[in-house]
Each structure stands twice: as structure tokens, then as C-alpha cells.
């Protein structure tokens, strides 16, 4: 394809791009693979959130049903979106744009991040840490169930809406389970030890421990590892492992008398540093601490 006819496929997608949205500068949030704006459907759709993906960050690409090569992540809403799950951010179109992707999805109009709820809060009650993560649990298995891995689970990338509804967002480092072991790219901090110290790679056991860490948040009302920069970078991993097994022995450890020896058992077993002896996602909904909650 020559410079002339890579100018009139930019040209015919900003035309395409213009005729339904309209973009702002407003930034909504910025992550390791694009930034996210604030947008318009001029079809009476409302807000919607534009992502900016530059197509030099993007380390997993796939070929879609129409032959069409698109980052994963691209695919993977696409994928939820035909099955009409519930729990997801939902895409609604997106567009080639030269040397990035830029990615139209609904807006969540008044929500919050999880980290932004637990502040507002000012703490939760038992019974309220446990109704939200169970929704988050049942978001996870669904994916789980149709052979995706989010891979990036963390306060961030949980909404919740005025309506008390739990949103998933950021598929930017979700794959599909099988090809899950080809690359790990993630929140460092929300990492297992095994994968810290690049061990072993077990998808289920790995999403469990980042639950973990989200139901650890949840109870103390605290971001965990506030104090400390999440870095994306592979390289640093090892290094990371004991800080993160410090800071989460220290949450085991001091968990405040208020809660009950039930909660307490599901988080010590979500952040088992054993992977093989971590408990899976069914068994996480099945657990005795829900049943105030039935």
C-alpha cells in the first residue's frame, strides 16, 4: 500500500469517525497502552468514553471475522459484546486512525472507580464489601466461562454506577485463555509471587490473587499499595515480589477484629501464595461468607 492510498483510508475513517462522534479534550483517564477521552454520539446516543490506542504499544494483535487486523482488545470487547454479557464496558464502534486505534465505548455518566467509591464511603461494612465483590467475582467468571482472561484487575478498572452496578473496563491486557502464557502483560503490583518471580502461570490462580487484593481494599477501605508506584515494566518484577508478599501478609496479619473469621478465611485463601493451593472462582461464590448476604 503506498502513501497515497494509507492518506485516503485515514481521510474516508476521520469522515466516518466525524459523521457519527465528536471528540474532547477532556481526559478521562490515561494507562500504559492509550489515553481515554470525552466524547459525543451525534445520533443522540449521549457521552461516550474515545480511547487513543498508538498502534507502537500495542503488543497483541489478531485477525477478526472480516479479515481485519485489530488489537485484542478490539476483539475481545467485540467477542462480549455478541454475547451480550453483562458486567463489561460495551464497545460501540472504532476506527483506524494512521498510526493509532481509537476505540468508542459507552460512558458511564456519575460512576465511580472503585479506589474513587472506597474514598467516598469513608469504609465499608462487611456486608457491603462482600455484595460488591461478589458482583465483581461473578464479572470474572463470566469472562472465565467464555475463555477470557481480563489480566489487569484492579480498583481502577471496576466501576460502579449510581444504579449500584458492576462495570469491568480496560480490556487493554485481556486475551484469550489459551494464548494467555504467550506474554504477561499487567499491573505489576497486582501480580502473584509466581509471576513476579515468572514461576509459573496459572490465568485462574492469577485473576484469584488480584480479587484478593481488590476484596483486601474493599474491607479496609485503603489502597494497599498507595505508598507505591505501579509499574508496568517486566524488568522489575523480581525485584517487586518482596513488597508485594510483605504488603500482603501485613493485610492477613492486621485485618481489623471487626470482621469475621469468614472473610478473613476467603481472603487468606485469595492471597495464598501457593497458586496450587489458591481457592478458583467457583469455589470463591460458593463460600460460607455469602450467606448473610442470600
Keep these: 500500500m503506498d502513501l497515497d492510498e494509507i492518506c485516503s483510508l485515514i481521510i ?7 459523521s457519527r462522534f465528536s471528540i474532547t479534550d477532556q481526559e478521562l483517564g490515561s494507562g500504559a497502552f492509550g489515553e481515554v477521552y470525552l466524547g ?3 445520533s443522540g446516543g449521549g457521552k461516550v468514553a474515545i480511547k487513543k490506542i498508538k498502534k507502537r504499544k500495542i503488543y497483541d494483535y489478531t485477525v477478526n471475522k472480516k479479515g481485519k487486523v485489530v488489537p485484542m482488545e478490539i476483539e475481545i470487547l467485540m467477542k462480549i459484546k455478541g454475547l451480550d454479557l453483562d458486567g463489561f464496558v460495551q464497545i460501540i464502534d472504532f476506527f483506524e486512525m494512521g498510526d493509532e486505534f481509537w476505540l468508542v465505548t459507552e460512558f458511564f455518566e456519575n460512576s465511580l472507580d472503585l479506589n474513587s467509591f472506597i474514598k467516598c464511603q469513608q469504609g465499608l461494612s462487611e456486608k457491603e464489601a462482600l455484595f460488591i465483590f461478589r458482583k465483581i467475582c461473578n464479572c470474572v467468571l463470566g469472562l472465565f466461562n467464555c475463555k477470557i482472561i481480563h489480566r ?3 480498583p481502577e478498572n471496576i466501576i460502579i454506577t449510581p444504579e449500584a452496578t458492576i462495570k469491568l473496563i480496560d480490556f487493554g491486557s485481556a486475551t484469550h ?3 494467555a502464557q504467550e506474554n504477561l502483560v499487567a499491573t505489576t503490583l497486582y501480580l502473584p509471587p509466581e509471576s513476579l518471580l515468572e514461576k509459573i502461570y496459572k490465568p485462574e490462580a492469577v485473576a484469584v490473587w488480584s480479587l484478593g487484593l481488590v476484596l483486601a481494599g474493599l474491607l479496609t477501605g ?5 505508598k ?3 509499574p508496568y515494566a517486566v524488568s522489575c518484577k523480581k525485584a517487586l515480589e518482596p513488597l508485594v508478599i510483605k504488603c ?3 493485610i492477613i496479619k492486621n485485618i481489623t477484629p471487626t470482621f469475621s473469621i469468614q472473610v478473613k478465611d476467603l481472603l487468606s ?6 497458586p496450587d493451593e489458591r481457592i478458583t472462582l467457583k469455589d470463591i461464590l460458593k463460600h460460607k461468607c455469602f450467606s448473610a448476604l442470600n
Design 12 to 18: 474516508k475513517e476521520k469522515h466516518r469517525f466525524d
Design 40 to 42: 459525543a454520539d451525534k
Design 152 to 154: 489487569d484487575i484492579k
Design 177 to 179: 485463555i489459551d494464548r
Design 222 to 226: 485503603k489502597n494497599i499499595f498507595a
Design 228 to 230: 507505591h508506584r505501579s
Design 248 to 250: 500482603v501478609r501485613s
Design 269 to 274: 485463601k485469595c492471597l495464598n501464595e501457593d
